[in-house]
């Protein structure tokens, strides 16, 4: 089912997924207008997305997820919403009450104006985190949206994410301001991969900074499926697609979907290595220290942030979920996405990692040259 003639709004529309959203948006669908909600709109972006949009009025509203005029005007008029905003923190730099409010109250008043503005369709972005693992470390091995498993979540920002989620699953079927039932669908992409990823960004540059190796911070054992960022795109337009469509709509309305591709199992340092191997890159053969000694000096860390932080604020690179998350064989399956919405991958393993290697090829000499001068 096409999306031509829909008017869509996409928050987060400057982000990493959301920019990558509305170029397939922008190639694939014939939309009257696709407006561009996010605090900080890029004029660089917005002049090259023009450069392409035909037909497709673009319109740019930018301010804060928390502002209720703004999500009303950005609303007014549309039928489809894509909520890919969020802070994303997995060290704990970010106040858990600026989590709360952007991830789980942002996401409260963008439904409640859907629903007074009668948008008929809203596809919120979650994340693999929601679903764990556990501190026990448990793992899941092709698992699927039916799979059980106990996850206690620790992380402020797994908790948010989660919050956030189900007030969305909630939100299925409530009335609507023009007699029509809103329907909403959430999607849980894996890590995502791809240009633009400031995580792998993040890596490259500390393996600058130890000379050309990267750090190994899980074991080979500790498989996960990341996921590439166009085949996420993919998945939000056949979610919206789905949708619209009243037999699927039926089906998809309330129902969250893994979303994962064919990049195979390997763990989050080999899978660094990967992508960065053809640049020169090698990777540490095991961790600096074995896991139960990182995990017991992160216990104690955290033990002297909660002391200290009435006096003295501070954040390190690796917490216990954080570890227990890296070091966890924890992947899934994107057949029920595959069944309800329509979703096959577009890009392939060879294809992807080619994308990701020549963009960090691009940016290179640029980060040596910084990091040299710092």
Not at 98 to 114: I, M, S
Not at 342 to 347: A, L, S
Request: charge should be neutral; include cysteine.
């Amino acid at each position: 089912m096409s999306l031509a003639g829909d008017v869509c709004v996409l928050s987060g529309a400057c982000g990493f997924l959301g920019e990558k959203l509305v170029r397939l948006l922008l190639e694939e669908e014939k939309l009257a207008e696709i407006r561009l909600l996010d605090k900080n709109i890029r004029p660089e972006l917005v002049q090259s997305l023009e450069d392409r949009c035909g037909d497709t009025k673009l319109s740019v509203f930018e301010g804060d997820i928390r502002d209720n005029e703004l999500l009303r005007r950005a609303c007014r008029g549309a039928t489809l919403v894509f909520h890919t905003a969020s802070l994303i923190d997995v060290i704990g730099a970010i106040d858990y009450r600026e989590l709360y409010e952007v991830n789980v109250k942002g996401t409260q008043l963008l439904l409640e104006t859907c629903i007074q503005e009668s948008v008929a369709s809203f596809i919120y972005t979650s994340s693999i985190e929601v679903a764990g693992p556990n501190p026990r470390g448990e793992p899941i091995i092709n698992g699927n949206e039916d799979t059980v498993y106990t996850s206690s979540l620790k992380f402020p920002y797994s908790q948010t994410k989660k919050e956030a989620e189900q007030l969305c699953l909630n939100a299925q079927a409530e009335l609507l301001s023009n007699g029509g039932r809103f329907a909403t669908c959430v999607l849980r992409p894996m890590y995502i991969y791809g240009e633009g990823c400031r995580f792998t960004l993040g890596h490259m540059r500390d393996g600058i900074r130890n000379g050309d190796v990267l750090l190994r911070t899980s074991s080979r054992e500790a498989k996960v499926n990341p996921v590439y960022v166009g085949n996420v795109a993919l998945a939000h337009l056949q979610a919206a697609r789905a949708l619209k469509e009243p037999q699927k709509r039926a089906v998809v309305g309330g129902n969250f979907y893994y979303i994962s591709d064919n990049t195979p199992p390997i763990s989050y340092s080999d899978f660094n290595h990967a992508v960065l191997s053809p640049l020169g890159f090698g990777i540490q053969e095991r961790p600096v220290l074995p896991f139960t000694v990182l995990y017991l000096i992160a216990f104690l860390v955290e033990m002297l942030q909660a002391v200290l932080r009435p006096f003295l604020r501070f954040t390190l690179p690796l917490n216990r979920q954080l570890l227990v998350m890296l070091n966890t064989p924890f992947s899934f399956s994107y057949q029920k996405a595959h069944r309800d919405l329509g979703y096959t991958p577009r890009y392939e393993w060879a294809e992807a990692r080619k994308r990701t290697t020549d963009w960090l090829a691009s940016v290179l000499a640029r980060e040596r040259e910084q990091i040299s001068l710092k």
